[in-house]
C-alpha cells in the first residue's frame, strides 16, 4: 500500500545512519499538483533530515532525482491537460492545467523554483507555411472569459520577449515582460515535442496564381491573409444559379463594351500565364444613366458577388490602398467605380497612378516600428469607370501606352436594377469553371494563341504595350466563347482596333505639336498685325505665321513669343524643354544663324524671343484627311 506523505516523513527517523534515503520519498514530490502543497512536504523532509545531520546528503540526491526528472520529462514529458482543449499535447517538463502554465527549475544552491508561464490554458494548435515567402504563422488557442479563442501570429512573435507582449497583451492573454520569456520557451517546446500534430499546413496571404493551383480555389492551400481583405476573400465564391447567370449575361454581352469589360475582368488571370502585363480597362461617360457601374458589376460577376464595396470597389481611396488591394488580388482583377472621385488626390492627372499600378510592383516603403516593407507584385487587370477620360492629351506615353479605354455614347444596358439584382444573387460560377479550364491546357498552347493576336495587332498603327493589353482582352473573350458563353462567335481584332490608340497617339511629342497647331488654328487674331487697318487684333501679339508664297507646298512656319508658348504648354501639361527636343529632332523648330532654336528678331515691331515651328499638315488642300494613309494601313489580320 502506497505510504502517505506523512508517513514517510516519519520513515526517515528509522533509517541508519548508513542508510540511503528511500527513492519513495522523492518520488512523492512529483505526484503533489499544488505548489504549495509540494513545497510544504519538501519542507518537512528537509527539516527532517536536517535533525538526522544529513541535510547536505539530502540536498544532493534532491537535485539529482530533480534534474533525472527533468531529463524524463523532455524526453517522455506531461500533456496538456486543459478542460475542453482543441487538441492534447506533448508539453514536455510543463504542467499544463487549467490553473495555468508552470515547470520546476532550481535556483543557484539548487532548491527548486516554480516558473510561471502563463495563469490561463493557453497551446499552439496550427502551424502555416507561406508558400510565397515560406515564412511561418501559428494560432494559439486560449481561455479566457470562460471560452476557447483563438488567434493567429507570425511565428517570430513567439520567438521575441517584446514581440510576443506586444501582440498578445492586447488581446487579454497574461503574458508580461515577467513571464514572457517562459511562455516563449512553452510554446517553442510544444510545436517542438508535436511534430505530427502540429505539421506545417501550407498556406498563402492573397488570391490568384500560386504556382500550378489558384487560390480561393486550391484545395490543399489554406488562406492565411490579412482581416482588411476579408470583405473582398468571402465575396470570391459562387451562390443561385449558373444558368440564370448565363442567360443574363448574354442578353447584356450583345452590347461591344459590356463584352469588353467581361473579355477585360478574365483577361487579369491570364496576364501572368502569357507573360503580358498589368492594363487598364476605362468605361467613361459624360452622362449619368448609361449604365457603366453596372457593366464592370457584370465584369466581376464571373468571380463572385459583385456588390458595390466588395468586389467593385469606391474610389475614395489613397495610391497605397489601390497597391496593397491590387498585392492581394493579385491575378484577380481590381474594380472601381467612379476614378474621379479621386481627382482631389492628384494635381493635373492619373499617370502617376496608372504608370504605378500597371508596373505590377510595389516598392518597400518603411516601416513605423522600424525596417522596410516587404516587396508586393501583382499581375492583374484595373477595371474603372468614370465621368470623362484619363488618359489626356498631355498624358505621358507611359500611361497612354497601359489603358485601353472605351468611351459609353449610349445606354449599356437597359434595366440596371433588374440586372443588379439578378447579379447580386447569382454569380461565381463561372470563375470556377474558367480556373478549371485554363488548368486542363498547356501553359505553352495558350501563349501561342497570345502570341499571334500580339504580332498581328503590332501589324497595325499602335504600341507593343497597347497590342499586348488588347491581345490578352482577346483571348479572353476568345476562352470565355469556348467555355462560357458557346453560342458565341469570339471577337476579330477588326472589331475591336477602333479602341487601340495609335502611336502618334501615345507620342508625347506629337500631341504636344498637335495641341499647339490646334491652339494656334483657334486663335488666329493673335498672330495678326495689328497695324493694319482690317485687323482684327486689337490686344496681345503672340506671333506671326509665315508663308511662302512662291511655294506653296513648303509648309507654312508659325513664329510663336517663347513666354507665350511656354505659357501655354504649361497650362496644357507639357514641358517645353521636353517636347522641343523631340520637335527638333523631328526638324520642326527652325534654327536661326548660330544653330540656335531661339530667334531673336522683331514681329510686328515688337522684339522679343521666338520659337519657329514647321507647320505641317496631315490633311490635303481642302482640309481633308489624305485617302493614301487609311489605305496603306490596310493588312491581313488572323481570327478575321
Known sequence: MEKSENELIAGMTELHPGQPFPDEIFYKIFEIDGNIERTQYIEALRNQARGMKRINEFNSVLKAFFLDY??????????TNFTGQPVTLQCGPWRANDLGISMQKFDGKGMPVIVQACTHPILPVKVYKNIDTGRERITLAYF????????????????DNKAIVDVLSDIGIEVTSENAKSLIRYISDCVGMNPA????????NRLGWAGGEFMPYAEDIVYDGDEAYDVIYKNIRDHGSFEIWK??????????????????????????????????????????????????????????????????????????????????????PYAGDELQTMKDKWTTN??????????????????????VEETKTWHNSFLFTGEEPIVKSNSRAGSKNRVIEVEAEEKLL??????????????????????AYLQGIKKTDLQEQYRQYFDAMCQLDTTEKQAMAMACILLADRVLTEVIFTEETAFTIKEVRQYLRSAKEVDIAES???????????????????????????????GKIEEDAEHPEIPPVAVINKDVLCEFLEKSGFDYAAVSKKWAAKERLMKNSQGKYVHQTKVYGIRASYIKLA??????????????????????LPFD
Not at 527533468?70 to 500533456?79: F, I
Not at 471560452?147 to 520567438?159: D, F, I, L, S, Y
Not at 504605378?356 to 516598392?363: A, C, K, P, Y
Request: net charge neutral.
Open 70 to 79: 527533468a531529463q524524463k520529462m523532455k524526453e517522455t514529458g506531461n500533456t
Open 144 to 159: 479566457k472569459y470562460g471560452q476557447w479563442q483563438n488567434v493567429t501570429v507570425n511565428r517570430k512573435a513567439c520567438a
Open 197 to 204: 500534430t502540429l505539421e506545417p499546413v501550407r498556406s498563402i
Open 247 to 332: 442567360q443574363h449575361c448574354s442578353i447584356l454581352r450583345k452590347n461591344k463594351v459590356v463584352r469588353l469589360a467581361f473579355a477585360a475582368s478574365f483577361a487579369s488571370v491570364l496576364i501572368e500565364l502569357v507573360n503580358a502585363l498589368p492594363f487598364v480597362f476605362h468605361i467613361w461617360s459624360g452622362e449619368s444613366g448609361t449604365g457603366k457601374t453596372v457593366a464592370i458589376m457584370a465584369a466581376m460577376s464571373i468571380w463572385g458577388n459583385p456588390k458595390m464595396g466588395g468586389l467593385v470597389k469606391t474610389m475614395n481611396t489613397t495610391k497605397v490602398g489601390i497597391m496593397r488591394t491590387s498585392a492581394f488580388l493579385y491575378s484577380l
Open 350 to 371: 492619373f499617370d502617376q497612378l496608372i504608370y504605378q499600378i500597371t508596373e505590377g510592383i510595389d516598392r518597400g516603403r518603411g516601416r513605423a516600428s522600424g525596417g
Open 414 to 435: 437597359e434595366d440596371g436594377n433588374h440586372t443588379v439584382s439578378v447579379l447580386t444573387e447569382h454569380y461565381g460560377h463561372a470563375g470556377r469553371m474558367l480556373i
Open 512 to 542: 504636344s505639336y498637335q495641341a499647339v497647331l490646334n491652339w494656334i488654328a483657334k486663335n488666329p487674331v493673335r498672330f495678326q498685325n495689328p497695324k493694319e487697318e482690317d485687323s482684327l487684333n486689337k490686344g496681345e501679339v503672340w
Open 615 to 636: 507647320m505641317e499638315s496631315e490633311t490635303d488642300e481642302n482640309g481633308f484627311m489624305k485617302l493614301e494613309d487609311i489605305e496603306n494601313g490596310q493588312i491581313e
